[in-house]
C-alpha cells in the first residue's frame, strides 16, 4: 500500500472553540473525542448524512498546547463560488477573513482565506483542478 496523507495536526489553545470554527466553516464532526478517556486530541472529519461506515480518509487533529508552531493553511473545496462567497462574507462579520474572495485562475481558482481562532489560515476554493489527486 502506497503511503497516504491521513491527517493534520493544529496546536489550539481552546477546543471547545476550535471545534465550533471547524464545524461552523469547514463542515467537519467529531470522529474521536479523546477527551472522554482524559486526554487532549480531537479528530474531526467529514460530516455524513447516515452515519459512519468507515472511518474518514482525512482528519484533522486537534491538539490542546500552546500554540507555538503554524503550518501555512489548511485547503478545503466547495461545490460553487456562492458557498466561497458565503463563508468570506461570514468571516468578515465575525472579524477573522484574511483574504476576500477573488479569481486567482490557472491552479488557484476562486479563492478566499479566512483565520481560525489561534491564526491559523484556512482557505475555501472553488473551481481549483483537483484531477489527478485521487488515489
Known amino acids: 500500500m502506497p503511503v497516504r496523507w491521513t491527517h493534520v495536526v493544529l496546536k489550539v489553545s481552546d477546543l471547545d472553540r476550535s471545534i465550533e470554527f471547524y464545524r461552523r466553516f469547514c463542515g467537519l464532526e467529531i470522529v474521536r473525542d479523546g477527551r472522554s ?24 487533529v486537534l491538539y490542546l498546547h500552546a500554540v507555538d508552531a503554524r503550518v501555512d493553511h489548511l485547503g478545503f473545496q466547495c461545490d460553487t463560488r456562492e458557498e466561497v462567497d458565503r463563508i468570506a462574507a461570514e468571516a468578515r462579520r465575525l472579524g477573522t477573513l484574511v483574504e476576500p474572495p477573488f479569481e486567482g485562475g490557472g491552479d488557484i481558482g476562486y479563492v478566499t482565506q479566512i483565520q481560525d481562532p489561534d491564526g491559523h489560515r484556512v482557505e475555501f476554493t472553488y473551481g481549483q483542478p483537483l484531477a489527478g489527486l485521487e488515489p
Open 37 to 60: 478517556n482524559g486526554g487532549h486530541t480531537v479528530w474531526l472529519g467529514p460530516a455524513t448524512a447516515s452515519g459512519r461506515s468507515r472511518p474518514p480518509a482525512f482528519v484533522l
